[in-house]
């Protein structure tokens, strides 16, 4: 189970996010810009750092995983802020940061035949069930290419499938979360049915750099 997040949200797998600043007036007539914080979906914020015109990003280092928004204030030679009230205006970004891998727990594996039943629970603060996939391969030949299983489309939870063959099969479950951490638990499905052997559990992050975020900030520094 995990939180739901807005299409306005971009997901990292990073907590070093460089913020780009985009300045829309003269840097002359600038003294400084400040950075702004908030976490949780909660319109209160929090300085957390500055930086003078002649600087082009904060680099942020966010202490845990979890929802921020990010604003940028622009205060003039002559004490002016822009914006003046940070609450009024939207955020200019808004992040959900994950560095965690999900877990996957497989609840219960059986086989019937060639009928192969698996059900798991995924657990991340973030998931994203759209990505979750299932697939097997003969247990006997670990060089042969993974089938992909068609999963219900109203649960990512659970399915039940003809696996063709009398043979034993391993089957994969493979789950990631927004920021594209993924994590493969497998289970062996031996010749003649009964429960699965436990198989194995592997966290994987995927390279995200070091948090560009340029394309989707819209400082609105200058305006």
Known sequence: MGQ?????YYPMASRTIRLPIEY???RKSIRQVVLYVARNGENTWYQEGFVTP????FVYVAKDDGIYWFKMQIEDLKGNKDPA??????????????TAA???????????GEEIVIEW??????????????????????????QEVTLPAASRTGVKFPCGTPEGVTV??????????KTEATRDFPVGGGAASAGS???AHPARGHGQVEERLDARVGR
């Open 121 to 146: 629970a995924v657990d991340d603060k973030f998931p994203n069930d759209a990505e979750t996939k299932v697939h097997f391969r003969p247990t006997n030949n670990p060089t042969a290419a993974w």
């Open 102 to 112: 999900p877990v996957v727990r497989v609840t219960n594996a059986r086989r019937t």
């Open 4 to 8: 739901p997040l807005g299409p306005d």
């Open 85 to 98: 009230d940070l609450t009024r205006d939207p955020p200019d970004l808004k992040m959900v940061i994950d």
């Open 201 to 203: 559990a592997v966290g």
């Open 54 to 57: 002649d600087k082009d990003a």
């Open 24 to 26: 829309k007036k003269d």
């Open 172 to 181: 994969r479950v493979t789950a990631a979360d927004v920021a594209g951490n």
